[in-house]
C-alpha cells in the first residue's frame, strides 16, 4: 500500500502560477509511474501529465504542454507539478496517481486549483 497526499493548491489570478506536490509514504515512490489528474465540477477526470518510474520519460496533455512541468525526487518520495501561466480553464481538483508495475492505482485525497479570471 502507498498513501498519497497532495498540497500546493488555492486560489491564483490567470497568469499565475502554483506549484503542487504529492507526498507518499507507506512504500517508496520510484516504483511507480506517477501521474496528475484532474477533476472539473460536472467533468469526467482527465490526465494532465505523467512521469516514469525513473524520470526519465514525461507526458503532458496537450492543455498543459508547454504551462506545466512535472518532476519527481525518489529520495525525498515526492513528485511535482509546477504550473505556470494558469487559465480559468485549469480550475478543478487536482489529484495525484501512482500506478505499480503491476497497474494497480493509488490516489491522493486530491487538492483544489481555483484561477480567476
Known amino acids: 500500500q502507498v498513501q498519497l497526499v497532495e498540497s500546493g493548491g488555492g486560489l491564483v489570478q490567470a497568469g499565475g502560477s502554483l506549484r503542487l506536490s504529492c507526498a507518499a509514504s507507506?512504500?517508496?515512490?520510484?516504483?511507480?509511474?506517477v501521474g496528475w489528474f484532474r477533476q472539473a465540477p460536472g467533468k469526467e477526470r482527465e490526465f494532465v501529465a505523467g512521469i516514469s518510474w525513473n524520470g526519465g520519460k514525461t507526458s503532458y496533455a496537450d492543455s498543459g504542454k508547454g504551462r506545466f512541468t512535472i518532476s519527481r525526487d525518489n529520495a525525498k518520495n515526492t513528485v511535482t507539478l509546477q504550473m505556470n501561466s494558469l487559465k480559468p480553464e485549469d480550475t478543478a481538483v487536482y489529484y495525484c496517481?501512482?500506478?505499480?508495475?503491476?497497474?494497480?492505482?493509488?490516489w491522493g485525497q486530491g487538492t483544489q486549483v481555483t484561477v480567476s479570471s
Open positions: 507507506g512504500r517508496t515512490l520510484s516504483s511507480f509511474a
Open positions: 496517481n501512482a500506478r505499480s508495475s503491476f497497474y494497480t492505482d493509488y
